[in-house]
């Protein structure tokens, strides 16, 4: 019931910025923490960083002061601005958003995108 598109990956050169974004529509009473993921070839998916409804936030250590996090309520979207990226951030990355739908009783719901290739590389 809920749908999330992602969009902004691609190929970008190290030390550069890349924008991504996900917008999340559907029977939404709310949402709670919008986060991204990312998984590498041969390696687990991990943690990038997620917004709380509050707007706290947190960081994978490798992240932290490259890439910032924000949220647009209004929008029901979540971009994480990449800066100076590295070849080791090459990944697809997953946005990841929970919440509650419109519904009597309330329902909560978990919901993720199809996955977007980022590449760093000259």
């Known amino acids: 019931q809920v749908q999330l598109v992602e969009s902004g990956g691609g190929l970008v050169q190290p030390g550069g910025p890349l924008r991504l974004s996900c917008a999340a529509s559907?029977?939404?009473?709310?949402?709670?923490?919008m986060g991204w993921y990312r998984q590498a070839p041969g390696k687990q998916r991990e943690l990038v960083a997620v917004i709380r409804s509050g707007g706290s936030t947190n960081y994978a250590d490798s992240v932290k002061g490259r890439f910032t996090i924000s949220r647009d309520n209004a929008k029901n979207t979540v971009y994480p601005e990449m800066n100076s990226l590295k070849p080791e951030d090459t990944a697809v990355y997953y946005c990841?958003?929970?919440?509650?739908?419109?519904?009597?009783?309330?329902?909560?719901?978990?919901?993720w995108g199809q996955g977007t290739q980022v590449t760093v590389s000259s």
């Open positions: 990841n958003i929970n919440g509650v739908l419109i519904g009597t009783p309330l329902r909560a719901f978990d919901s």
């Open positions: 559907g029977s939404i009473f709310s949402l709670n923490d």
